[in-house]
């Protein structure tokens, strides 16, 4: 019916808006923190990062590396955006200010394997949010 094709138009209308402002607002958080002088890393590098960081137009400027415990993705670039992918452990040497967490399903895991991170100062980005959140 015409009443149903209107509802469909307008909730997808809502749905295309608050993607849009989702897709604003994140790559605004990660270009502030880029001009404050952060340095920032992400953790995961999945397809579902692939598609996070491509649909947000973020690259190697705002996430300089990404880490991941798969060994078949070591020392590859994320399709699309060349940022580098790196063993867990190398966080540690690298130090960046910030690890934006792109696998957010496995956030608090992420978070507690990843304690000498926070403990030697660095800070997590929670993507489960929008925008982003930095976790205290």
């Known amino acids: 019916t015409n009443e149903a094709t209107e509802m469909e138009e307008s909730q997808l209308a809502s749905f295309i808006?608050?993607?849009?402002?989702?897709?604003?607002?994140?790559?605004?958080?990660?270009?502030?923190?880029?001009?404050?002088g952060a340095t920032?890393?992400?953790?995961?590098?999945?397809?579902?990062?692939t598609a996070l960081i491509g649909m947000t137009g973020l690259g190697k400027e705002e996430v300089s590396a990404l880490y991941d415990k798969n060994n078949n993705l070591h020392g590859l670039a994320l399709a699309g955006s060349g940022i580098p992918i790196w063993e867990p452990d190398q966080?540690?040497?690298?130090?960046?200010?910030?690890?934006?967490?792109?696998?957010?399903?496995?956030?608090?895991?992420i978070m507690k394997e990843q304690a000498e991170f926070k403990r030697s100062g660095g800070k997590f980005i929670s993507l489960r949010s929008s925008p982003p959140k930095i976790v205290r």
């Not at 958080?29 to 001009?35: A, E, G, M, N, V």
């Not at 920032?40 to 990062?49: D, K, L, M, N, V």
């Open 91 to 109: 966080l540690l040497v690298d130090r960046p200010d910030y690890l934006a967490i792109f696998a957010q399903s496995h956030e608090k895991e």
């Open 40 to 49: 920032c890393a992400g953790y995961g590098a999945g397809e579902r990062t």
């Open 17 to 36: 808006s608050n993607w849009e402002d989702w897709r604003r607002q994140t790559k605004e958080f990660f270009t502030k923190l880029k001009s404050s």
